[in-house]
């Protein structure tokens, strides 16, 4: 029996009996694929640069929009998230792990961003965006990132898991008091984390709508993601009597908002460009919409919208969990499918080009942090079961 008057038939607390052969396989998967990583890297250590690169940036944006959907939990002060919101706390809480997942692109950043190769005097643009485009304040900043992510994840688990302790509500006001300060922060550092990282492969290009663009994917993919690990618990007989199917049915609705907002910024920053034909703001399109590329651009439209778009319309679909797991599914794949267009065809200027690379980066950077978000789980109760608003939470009606 909880303390807010509603009845919890689940655990509390993530064990690892039955679980432990799962959790190795996980953590032999990572070392396995980091090791073959690493030979890809001394065969072919430019695929591998832009694998890793399209490979982090992918598990980046995930953890970053987790970290967005805790902020906006205590910024409008959310009743209905938050038997769900620890297990966003602990997605959020694995940005010190990307940050030392980060130092493969630290070594081979002259590979990636060609600017660094190129002295003064040599190219007019680059010359004009010097001030911003110089290797220590390139760095400053890729620090200052992940500082700004790491604390902030760490400061608002620890109020919440303070509370789960001592049922102080200060701990709910202080973290709502955080979030005004990391919010305007969370902006500027993931915008300029995109303009760096992925827009720097091409410094020739530049879009305003671009940090937009990279955050509208990264809060929709960290809501899908959190849609099957909710699952993956209430399967394993956690969550029952917390998470039920009102709770599925507004991240459903999430889903789809954000699905149609991805649209919505992508086809305006296609058809700004387009429309005043400028040069150096065409070049990124025009690679992307030739060859073998185009085709994946084109199915990259139809699965990253027009599929999840029709099936999330439908109420029924956002209150079946499998269904909605599988939708969530489809769109991490096409999130994964964004992300490639984005970061390969500096590489594969021809065409697209697969590389066994490609999927070995992916697998290496997801099994290890998976293996530590298991290992973390059990850490602390699977949902916050002091928070003062845990009893509307539980009783959510849309």
Not at 49 to 68: E, R
Not at 214 to 220: E, R
Request: proline residues 4%.
């Amino acid at each position: 029996m909880s303390d807010h008057g509603t009845k919890i038939s689940s655990k509390e607390f993530f064990d690892y009996q039955g679980f432990g052969g799962k959790l190795l396989f996980t953590v032999v998967l990572a070392v396995l694929s980091l090791g073959l990583a690493a030979w890809g890297g001394f065969l072919s250590s430019k695929q591998f640069a832009f694998s890793w690169l399209f490979a982090f940036t992918f598990f980046f944006t995930i953890a970053a929009g987790s970290l967005f959907w805790i902020l906006v939990h205590h910024a409008v002060d959310a009743d209905w998230s938050v038997v769900v919101r620890r297990q966003l706390e602990n997605v959020a809480w694995l940005f010190p792990v990307l940050a030392i997942l980060f130092i493969p692109i630290i070594f081979n950043a002259p590979t990636l961003f060609k600017w660094m190769k190129i002295p003064p005097g040599v190219d007019p643009l680059l010359d004009g965006k010097a001030a911003y485009l110089n290797e220590p304040f390139f760095w400053a900043r890729a620090a200052f990132y992940f500082l700004f992510f790491s604390t902030a994840a760490y400061l608002l688990r620890r109020n919440s898991v303070r509370q789960d302790k001592d049922g102080d509500p200060r701990h709910t006001w202080l973290s709502r008091k955080m979030v005004f300060a990391m919010l305007p922060l969370f902006a500027l550092s993931l915008t300029f984390g995109a303009f760096d990282w992925l827009m720097g492969l091409d410094f020739h290009w530049f879009s305003t709508m671009w940090g937009v663009y990279i955050f509208a994917g990264s809060a929709l993919s960290s809501m899908c993601v959190l849609v099957l690990l909710i699952t993956a618990l209430r399967s394993a007989g956690y969550l029952e009597g917390v998470v039920s199917i009102e709770h599925y049915h507004i991240m459903g609705k999430l889903m789809l908002a954000f699905t149609v907002f991805w649209a919505y910024i992508g086809f305006s920053q296609y058809m700004l460009i387009w429309y005043a034909n400028i040069p150096e703001e065409t070049v990124w399109f025009l690679r992307r919409n030739t060859g073998s590329w185009n085709t994946l651009s084109i199915i990259l439209v139809i699965g990253h919208f027009f599929v999840p778009f029709v099936i999330l319309l439908f109420q029924a679909t956002k209150k079946k969990p499998l269904l909605l797991c599988t939708v969530a599914a489809w769109i991490l794949l096409m999130h994964i499918l964004d992300l490639y267009i984005i970061v390969l065809p500096t590489y594969h200027k021809a065409g697209a080009s697969p590389h066994w690379l490609d999927l070995v980066c992916l697998l290496a950077i997801g099994a290890t942090l998976a293996a530590i978000f298991l290992k973390r789980l059990g850490d602390a109760p699977l949902w916050p079961v002091k928070d003062p608003r845990l009893g509307n939470s539980l009783k959510l009606r849309n």
